[in-house]
């Protein structure tokens, strides 16, 4: 590759990264830019610094000297960076710290490099540099693999064959000084050039992409999970009582469901505010979870109202549930900022019949639990039932 195509080269990436960069400026990422996000956008005005800065270099409007350690440092941060929030995407908050110190090693060995040979060892130590960070982004990003996407996935595949590639340049100088059979020197500067022009376009489009799909499951997870308590919201219990509802009509063993209502919680945002009132709500689903098996579930149906479905369980165990989890939130006082907040509970009880509906179901249950509240409220009814649900 020639002076100038070297140059054209590193041109068409500070203009491709300066690009992006004002794309970013106009992307809709919501009210809050999440941290990973945040990281990731940051990376990118590094490189696009760094680019920038070799171009000058190589034009001669920026001393040679200056644009060229000063350009990789740059580089190498932002690549880094961009690893990190790929990691960051994924969950690993802590990536910050080593990365530093092995950001601070790696600069360090390319200007010894630099120092000793401004040519060949500089491009060696650079090359190895560049397709270890874009290895690391690509290693985060095919963490999971098994409930990865299939973009996700594609992207951390070329991802790390792109890397490779920008990595075989700085091996090949030190292996194969003089290329192997049609495998020329300069034809792998070519193709990590071209690599690393890829690079720059899968990981730009390429996380956003990935970030518009976690955002399009978030919203399809949060039309059936309740986003304060994480447990199924009503329409998310409905859509896990429907199997139930149907192997009701067939012999087997019964199942059971529990309607729960805490008693007085009106007072409790008045006198204390919302956030001791989601404090509690936070605390009593915990506090059934405790009392339950991997098998059941506990979903909030609306307001202060809870629903807990018992498979294989008839109506006599289910009730011993419920009296459990009546005498853990009686007996748990949730602690906030202003005070200790005592919380009782009134719960229906009912086993699901073949003839169910889930109005009828419901409306049996919501029965029961009006019993219970007429009856002094803390205490658990059961709904009219018949002796095969005992």
């Known amino acids: 590759m020639t002076n100038l195509d070297a140059t054209t080269m590193v041109m ?4 491709g990264n300066l ?12 009210p809050v830019r999440p941290p990973a996000l945040a990281a990731w956008a940051l990376s990118k005005q590094v490189q696009a610094g760094a680019w920038t800065l070799l171009a000058l270099g190589s034009f001669g409007v920026v001393p040679e000297a200056l644009a060229l350690p000063g350009g990789y440092a740059l580089l190498f941060a932002g690549v880094a960076l961009e690893a990190g929030a790929a990691w960051e995407s994924h969950g690993r908050e802590g990536w910050r710290r080593p990365l530093a110190l092995v950001l601070a090693l790696g600069i360090t060995a390319f200007f010894v490099c630099y120092l000793i040979d401004e040519q060949g060892l500089r491009s060696v130590a650079a090359s190895l540099l560049l397709g270890a960070f874009y290895l690391l982004g690509a290693v985060a990003l095919a963490s999971g693999w098994r ?3 299939l973009l996700q996935r594609f992207l951390a595949l070329l991802t790390a064959a792109l890397a490779l590639v920008v990595a075989l340049r700085g091996l090949s100088v030190l292996v194969l000084p003089g290329g192997w059979r049609w495998l020329s020197s300069e034809l792998l500067r070519q193709l990590s050039s071209a690599a690393l022009y ?35 919201n009503r329409r998310g219990f409905f859509n896990a009582l429907g199997p139930w509802m149907a192997l009701a009509r067939r012999p087997g063993l019964p199942t059971a469901l529990v309607v729960l209502d805490l008693d007085g919680f009106k007072r409790v945002n008045d006198s204390y505010g919302h956030p001791a009132g989601d404090a509690v709500l936070r605390n009593v689903v915990e ?25 294989r369980t008839n109506l006599d165990e289910a009730t011993l549930v419920a009296e459990r989890i009546r005498a853990a939130i009686a007996s748990t006082p949730v602690k906030s900022e202003r005070a200790l ?3 009782t509970g009134s719960f229906g009880v009912t086993i699901l019949r073949p003839e169910d509906s889930t109005v009828t179901l419901f409306q049996r249950a919501d029965d029961a639990l009006r019993a219970a509240k007429a009856a002094g409220r803390n205490r658990v009814s059961q709904a009219g039932h018949t002796p095969a649900e005992v």
């Open 198 to 232: 890829l690079l720059m376009l899968i990981n730009g489009f390429g996380m956003l992409l990935l970030g518009r799909e976690r955002a399009g499951r978030e919203l399809a997870r949060l039309e059936l999970v309740d986003p304060l308590t994480n447990v199924p």
């Open 287 to 311: 506090l059934c979870k405790r009392q339950l098996r991997d098998s059941d579930l506990v979903g909030r149906l609306v307001g202060v109202e809870f629903a807990i479905l018992l498979p």
């Open 12 to 15: 068409v990436l500070a203009l």
């Open 341 to 343: 907040i005592a919380m």
């Open 19 to 30: 690009a992006l960069c004002a794309v970013l400026t106009f992307y809709d990422d919501g």
């Open 147 to 149: 409930e990865a996407s």
